[in-house]
């Protein structure tokens, strides 16, 4: 330790995880508030017993590894069972704007028809997704419209079905112990999201 202040190491110039660092990055970004608050809602919803199962029944991770040169960036990652579940990426458009996109995977309903689960209006678009291995709804929520009181957002579904499918997908994908990402898992990032979750249960009581 250097006996004058002037020479001590700071957070800026000392060596940090990678994890650590994606996090604090995405933490300065001027939309965390708004994401960690909607990703929080989302694990106290449908992810069973988080604070004990995080890591290795899920997982979640801060930006992507793979920076792409156009196209939207990825912030935040949340898998479960190996299976990406949830996923919040920032589109930059032309003139500087940002918009979040909230993309989430659901269980489908025994009695819909793939036409049936097609959902397309100006904050919501919903289909079957494109994936192999699990038959699922997919969403794309537009993020800042969740946050205005006077903006209608229109599932087609109510609040407490879309639950009950967004649970039911992640602990059946949590039983079936493919975890795979545990390597991945951004702790300081869920730690977070799991003391705001916990807030937001507080607040309600």
Not at 46 to 69: F, G, M, R, V
Request: glycine content about 6%.
């Amino acid at each position: 330790m250097p006996k004058e202040r002037a020479k001590r190491a700071t957070l800026l110039d000392t060596a940090v995880g990678k994890a650590r660092k994606q996090f604090w990055e995405l933490s300065d970004h001027i939309a965390y508030p708004a994401i960690r608050s909607i990703v929080a809602d989302y694990i106290n919803s449908s992810i069973p017993d988080p604070a004990n199962t995080e890591k290795y029944l899920w997982q979640i991770a801060a930006l992507s590894d793979d920076i792409a040169e156009t196209g939207p960036r990825r912030l935040v990652t949340l898998t479960c069972g190996g299976f990406e579940t949830l996923r919040v990426d920032e589109i930059v458009h032309d003139d500087d704007t940002i918009e979040l996109d909230l993309r989430i995977n659901t269980n489908v309903p025994r009695d819909r028809t793939d036409e049936q689960l097609e959902v397309s209006n100006e904050t919501v678009s919903a289909g079957r997704g494109p994936h192999r291995d699990e038959r699922v709804w997919s969403w794309s929520i537009d993020l800042g419209a969740l946050l205005e009181e006077d903006v209608d957002v229109d599932l087609g579904i109510d609040d407490d079905t879309f639950d009950d499918l967004a649970y039911g997908l992640n602990a059946r994908l949590m039983r079936s112990g493919n975890s795979t990402g545990a390597a991945s898992h951004n702790h300081d990032l869920a730690s977070d999201l799991l003391a705001e979750a916990y807030r937001q249960l507080f607040e309600t009581e």
